[in-house]
Nanobody, 126 residues
């Protein structure tokens, strides 16, 4: 069972930046495609971004294109989500999730993910 651990969330002002990390102690993230999802209060969870198993393909939701960047650091066994120009509507609990393949052309669907972390909260507020 792959256990994913997110970190890096917090409180930030509008226009600010955060970098989220997704780690999998004891497992090689290079063997998995990784998706980032978020769930805002009172809303359904939605896909934000993903990176393919090898790290060469990435996809983004329209709401975050141009502001968020996903990357996979295989040497450090960590996937990052760099979030810039944050908006109040980005406030949510952010999750990373894994499956063996995917993210070659589109975001990975939530239902297709095999393993999930517990999430890290992001609050964008002045």
């Amino acid at each position: 069972q792959v256990q994913l651990v997110e970190s890096g969330g917090g409180l930030v002002q509008p226009g600010g930046s955060l970098r989220l990390s997704c780690a999998a102690p004891g497992f090689t993230l290079g063997a998995y495609a990784i998706g980032w999802f978020r769930q805002a209060p009172g809303k359904e969870r939605e896909g934000v971004s993903c990176v393919s198993r090898g790290g060469g393909n990435t996809n983004y939701a329209d709401a975050v294109k141009g502001r968020f960047t996903v990357s996979k650091d295989i040497a450090n066994n960590t996937v990052y989500l760099q979030m810039n120009s944050l908006k109040p509507e980005d406030t949510a609990l952010y999750y990373c999730a894994a499956r063996f393949t995917g993210c070659m052309r589109t975001l990975i669907k939530e239902i297709d993910m095999l393993y999930w972390g517990k999430g890290t909260p992001v609050t964008v507020s002045s």
